[in-house]
């Protein structure tokens, strides 16, 4: 089966290729010539390599009123993804072999984007022993991480980072500290003490991130900080880079862009972990993005079910979506001159592909034929009635965006 | 001259007191040790008895953390030399009256100690016991940090399996970081100036030791002369150090497949206990690689070829 995307600005930043041409698809595989059955016209789109969110939570199995695999990656594609990573903490936590071989089977059988297991760090998240991360490697996860919680334990930590150094693996960590940030539902200052709500401060995120940066110079280990939101964490990682410590990082739209004010109605949509902090931080946070202290955006794409959502605030669990959403909000910031194209695209493409370990990210030739292809000005509006998504909890609901994919190919297939 | 006065006679000169690790060991004392356990096995064991070379000696068994093997070893070693073996055992000594360590080796020493052979969960316990002993002390472990008996008993059984004990790629695979077999061995093996290989994951393999870390078994199982097993410890796990012994096992057990891919002459090893099934296959621990038996054999030789050198350095 072959296809020739015709005619679109290929915008490759992992090859740094910026050019007008013609991208050849022939089963499955980019190549440099094909004989062209299909044709799709590219002009005036931008063709990007397939995009890469390296942390979303499908939910299954367990949590299929939240989403399921196949609505998932139906919200992948619609939102320009290829490929997902899936964290751990599903209700029947990803802790062994067989779960990861169970998520891979349900992803191929919807067909669409691409789902990456990552495996937990300790048994069923409870942070004590540690989960068996070599046969869930060698069933296909690629990472671990006990996202949604943190490791608490620091020699856990420790253990955890030396051992999937042998496995050739990052471990991604949630950094919370849960004593400060018990019952807290937003960031803590002066909007949430004017609001009466609990609070959690910046640097219950910056100290255990600043711990596991110390665990990874110490043990060679490969460590990945998950949704990067305060200043104080931006600064260590900055640091920790400058010494050559292998620590990577990810930053979502939301902390990119909103900030606490956005809580002055009490809205659920506003409501995840970590929160959303002060200008101070989300400056810090979009000046990180643009330098490559923080390498990917990752969307920490979290649905709920309806009726979760519909309760009083501190009632309501912590996570919004964003696989629809994120290309376009990540655009705005390149409209807004904050981060270059370059840098934007690289961080949705090939930096969470290095960071994984997947052959993925790019569109040389011999590449898997995933392919984004985004029209730059397309004007729209933020429907979550109109997500794919079962969840709806999104914080730019009613927001106009600018820029959205208008088709994602995966492995040579017109998913949307 | 009767064959054990001979033999004696290579015990004169032993100048060091205690036996307390491998690491104080020089070179030429390790091959002593060696040439005089080799020795000792060749002669028969009544005459051994019948010469009774520490007639009138008496041995201390100072077993603060429980054994079997290693405390019948020494038991037999000594009484097959004629020596008396008086046994220590915590339950019912002063240590569990609160009595310290201090006083009890100043009281068993006014009972007239020979050889303290001390075993504790300690490490550096016998050092500390050789500051108030007359006698010499003997080191069958101590905590985390050495096995020094174990170390030669294993040297022993390579120079009969192999026939030769330099010029030799060793491998130890398991809990290394906990292991005080392993860092007798890794010393040893140093000092002989043998190939090094460490195997096991990153949390049970420190990087301060000489030689290469491999975490992988498989890839340096041909190229070994000798590959010497550990025991993996469940408390371990709950310590978080790996997941469960089926990953373990998975990754860095003997199976039967994996011993198959052994050089020819290459020889398996194990300290003892093992668990089977987990780092050693029964199938790999029954096969006629694997020299586990010989090990526990060899054990008596060099217990005694250690009491008869220290012996020597008795004032």
Known sequence: MSLVVRRGRIFDPARGVDEVGDLHIEDGKIVSKAGAEEVIDAKGLLVVPGLIDMHVHLREPGGEEKETIASGVAAAVAGGFTSVAAMANNLHPTDTASQVIHIRARAAGAGLANVYPIGAVSKGLRGEELAEMGRMAEAGAVAFSDDGFPVTDSALMRHALEYAKMLRRAVIAHCEDLSLTAGAVMNEGAVSNRLGLRGAPGAAEAAPAARDILLAEMTGGRLHLAHVSARQTVDFLRAAKERGIAVTAEATPHHLTLTEDSLVEYEARFKMAPPLRRREDVEAVVAALADGTIDAVASDHAPHAAHEEERELAACPNGVVGLETTLGVVLGLVEEGKVSLARAVEALTAAPARILGIPKGTLAAGSDADVTLIDLKAKWVVDPDRFRSKGRSSPFAGRTLRGRAVHTIVGGKICF | ?315
Request: glycine share 8%.
């Open chain 2, 1 to 315: 001259m009767p064959a054990l006065a001979k033999v004696l006679r290579q015990c004169r000169n032993w100048k060091r007191r205690h036996l307390l690790g491998i690491k104080d060991l020089s070179r030429d004392e390790i091959e002593r040790i060696l040439a005089l356990s080799l020795e000792l096995k060749r002669l028969p064991a009544e005459a051994i008895r019948k010469e009774a070379p520490l007639r009138g000696r008496r041995v201390f068994n100072f077993f603060v953390e429980p054994s079997t093997r290693t405390k019948t070893s020494f038991g037999i070693a000594a009484r097959q030399l004629g020596a008396e073996v008086v046994d220590f055992s915590p339950s019912a000594s002063s240590l569990t009256k609160g009595e310290s360590l201090k006083d009890t080796a100043r009281t068993i020493e006014s009972m007239g100690v020979d050889f303290a052979i001390i075993r504790h969960t300690a490490s550096g316990a016998p050092h500390f016991l050789a500051r108030y002993m007359e006698g010499a002390v003997l080191n069958a472990g101590d905590g985390t940090n050495e096995h020094p008996t174990q170390a030669l008993l294993d040297l022993l059984t390579i120079r009969e399996s192999v026939g030769r004990v330099t010029g030799l790629r060793v491998a130890l695979v398991g809990d290394i970081a906990h292991s005080r077999v392993a860092r007798s061995n890794i010393w040893l093996h140093e000092k002989l100036g043998n190939e090094i290989v460490l195997c096991g994951p990153p949390t049970l393999v420190p990087d301060h030791f000489p030689g290469r870390v491999s975490w992988d078994l498989e890839e340096i199982l041909p190229d070994c002369d000798v590959v010497m097993m550990l025991r993996l410890q469940s408390e371990r796990q709950r310590a978080g150090l790996f997941p469960s012994t089926g990953e373990y096992a998975h990754l860095f057990g003997l199976s039967q497949e994996r011993a198959g891919r052994m050089k020819k002459g290459a020889i398996v090893m194990h300290p003892g206990p093992m668990n089977r099934g987990v780092e050693i296959a029964a199938e790999a621990a029954d096969s006629p690689r694997a020299v586990i038996l010989n090990q526990v054999a060899n054990g008596v030789f060099v217990r005694m070829a250690a009491l008869l050198l220290l012996r020597e350095a008795l004032r």
